[in-house]
């Protein structure tokens, strides 16, 4: 691996070290390979190195809980991993100490509970993740019926993808006021079979259409609420 640099990001396509396949850690190995990247994937269940082995760069049976294998892997070099550790916070943070140690800058690292979150956070854990929880909270905006995907950011800003309200159903963006209206923003307009756009004052919504919407949660929901 080549030698990390400590005053700069790494770069989009630099070596990533994933420790635990389970299900977080390894969806998120498998998508880094997608997407081009190097991954040395280190778990300590030989099954799952075993499953994993044809799929992902480099898979190695190791305990990441002990330091010194992981410099004997060559963690040190690294500038960004993820931890999908889940099964036990006392490995999640032992791991997480290590990384911090071999002072790997951009660390993401799995929390079960928000106690532990605060604790990964405070030993240098730069992004805490909270996978069950943020799923939660999303499927629970998307049962409202009319939103299709929901993002949120921080501040309680949000983007969503949703069926048109049937105000905005046969006119432009300028007729039917929406940002006047509601104060959420529609960004793009999709139309069955083509590609989404950017959304123009003259943007004509139809029934069938798709819109991604921006703004702050509270808002995005009356919105979506609208018959």
């Known amino acids: ?9 790494p770069s989009h396509n630099a070596p990533v070290l994933v420790i635990g396949l389970g299900r977080f850690g390894s969806a998120t190995a498998e998508q880094l390979v997608r997407q081009g990247r190097e991954v040395l994937a280190i778990e300590r269940d030989p099954a799952l190195v075993q499953k994993w082995a044809g799929t992902l760069t480099h898979v190695v049976e190791a305990d990441a809980t002990n330091i010194d294998a992981l410099r004997q892997l060559g963690a040190q070099d690294f500038a960004s991993a993820v931890v999908g550790v889940g099964t036990s916070i006392e490995s999640s943070v032992l791991i997480t100490v290590n990384l911090v140690d071999l002072e790997i800058e951009h660390l ?4 079960i509970t928000q106690s532990h979150g605060k604790i990964l956070t405070r030993i240098g ?12 909270i999303r499927t629970a905006h998307l049962v ?6 929901f993002i949120e950011f921080d501040d309680d800003f949000a983007i969503v993808k949703m069926n048109p309200p049937k105000e905005t159903q046969g006119f432009t963006l300028e007729e ?5 209206k509601y104060g959420v923003t529609i960004v793009g307009v999709k139309s069955p079979g083509e590609d ?3 959304a123009q004052p ?3 919504v139809s029934s069938r259409d798709t819109l991604i919407v921006s703004g702050h949660v509270d808002l995005l929901e009356r919105f979506a609420a609208r018959p």
């Open 108 to 111: 993401w690292v799995k929390a």
């Open 1 to 9: 691996m080549a030698e990390k640099s400590r005053s700069q990001r």
């Open 125 to 136: 854990a730069n992004h805490v993740i909270y996978p069950e929880a943020d799923a939660g």
């Open 176 to 180: 039917s006021k929406v940002r006047s």
């Open 144 to 149: 409202s019926g009319r939103m299709l995907d």
């Open 202 to 204: 003259d943007t004509k």
């Open 196 to 198: 989404f756009t950017y």
